[in-house]
């Protein structure tokens, strides 16, 4: 009798036991979602936070609720982070809209593939085993993959009417293939207002070439090149230019992208002027002498902060300053900077050498120095008596020739006048 007591409170035991582990839990009902992500897309190398709902829609309480989020690669807890936190008690019978919000921040890996990224957690309450999860975070670069590694422009000064070859080298940083990558040069520039849209043609047109290319497929970590051939119009202005260059390419999950870059071309000549030295009389020697030295810039390019400096010389003394600033020239635009010199004794006619230095700047500010060899003639005291002996004698025989003029004019009308009496 005494044993089958024993045995009836044994049964009731176990299926006590039996009761709790199996209704009390199944009547706590608990619903987790990921509520959502911030950013999203996130991408790599940056943080995102994940928001998890947990619902209880059971009859009874969930208590001493545990919750822990298990980040792999490409996510991780910062620091000091604990990855397990107590929810402590969820009450029963809750609607689907009305939970508790659950926050971790997780930081992406800037190596983490393009995609989805799985998230697992798992949950427990009063001890009971750990019910898991896993949820799917989106991740997705906004910045480029695609960037251009080098723009090579060839010749570097583009003369008007000249031909141009632009290269560009295109490298994929990510780490999925790039596909459908088309690149356009556009020759055009865009000028919008409120009301309308137009377009203005550069002064670049293709030579001999399309100005769209596409390239099928870029690799991971791959670079490619293209090429486009530019022709500059005759009348091109000069000065640089900016060529607009749009990308447009997809990744493998066919997201889009696209960049605009440009490339910037320069339309120059070289400067082109003439030095020459102009003098008012005779070089004469053992004297002081007065010469003009005058440039003229016959080019179309612009000459800056222009210098004279007429060089020390074994043959003459420079009396007066030897570097003279003469400012800006345009084309078509001259200037003259005077000297005095002196000449020594020769003792017979001679051509001396004159060094010039010419400092300037282009209009892109780079720094030119020239010499210039230039000549004079020098002329000795009896080349000047000479010299003024001719003038003097062709003085005399002009003023002849005036008077000659004049008698015969006052004839022609004096006879004029008795003819028309007579008459």
Not at 182 to 196: Q, Y
Not at 255 to 281: C, F, H, M, P, T
Not at 403 to 414: D, M
């Amino acid at each position: 009798m005494k044993n089958t007591k024993i045995n009836i409170l044994l049964i009731f035991f176990i299926f006590t036991i039996f009761y709790f582990n199996t209704f009390a839990f199944a009547i706590v009902s608990l619903k987790v979602n990921l509520l959502n992500q911030n950013p999203d897309p996130v991408e790599p190398g940056k943080y995102v936070e994940v928001r998890f709902s947990i619902v209880n829609t059971g009859d009874e309480n969930a208590e001493n609720l545990m919750f822990e989020i298990d980040p792999q690669f490409p996510f991780s807890l910062e620091q000091g982070v604990n990855a397990t936190k107590y929810l402590g008690t969820i009450i029963g019978g809750a609607k689907d809209n009305n939970g508790v919000i659950l926050y971790y921040k997780l930081y992406v890996n800037k190596f983490a593939k393009l995609g989805t990224g799985d998230i697992k957690i798992k949950y427990r309450h009063n001890n009971y085993d750990w019910i898991s999860k896993t949820f799917s975070v989106r991740i997705k670069s906004n910045q480029s993959l695609l960037s251009v590694q080098n723009i090579k422009t060839t010749p570097l000064k583009l003369k008007p009417g000249a031909i141009c070859n632009i290269n560009l080298t295109l490298k994929n940083n990510g780490d999925d293939d790039l596909k459908n990558v088309i690149v356009n040069l556009v020759p055009v520039r865009l000028i919008s207002n409120a009301a309308v849209i137009n377009y203005e043609e550069l002064v670049f047109s293709p030579y001999e070439d399309s100005t769209e290319k596409i390239i099928k497929n870029i690799g991971i970590g791959q670079t490619k090149s293209i090429e486009f051939n530019l022709i500059a119009s005759p009348d091109a202005e000069l000065k640089p230019y900016k060529i607009p260059i749009t990308i447009n390419y997809q990744d493998r999950l066919g997201n889009a992208y696209s960049k605009e870059i440009y490339s910037g071309l320069i339309v120059q000549e070289d400067v082109d002027y003439s030095v020459r030295i102009e003098k008012e009389d005779l070089l004469i020697e053992n004297s002081k002498n007065k010469i003009y030295l005058t440039i003229s810039n016959k080019g179309k390019s612009k000459m800056n902060f222009v210098f004279v400096e007429i060089q020390e010389s074994d043959e003459f003394e420079i009396l007066s300053n030897p570097q003279i600033y003469l400012g800006n020239l345009d084309s078509d635009d001259e200037d003259s900077a005077e000297y005095e010199l002196f000449f020594p004794e020769y003792n017979k006619t001679k051509q001396v050498n004159v060094s010039i230095k010419v400092s300037y700047r282009d209009a892109y500010n780079t720094k030119y120095e020239e010499q210039k060899q230039l000549s004079v003639n020098v002329n000795t005291k009896n080349d000047l008596l000479k010299y003024e002996q001719n003038k003097e004698k062709i003085s005399s025989v002009f003023f002849v020739y005036i008077a000659v003029a004049i008698v015969v004019l006052i004839y022609f009308r004096f006879w004029k006048k008795k003819n028309d009496k007579k008459e």
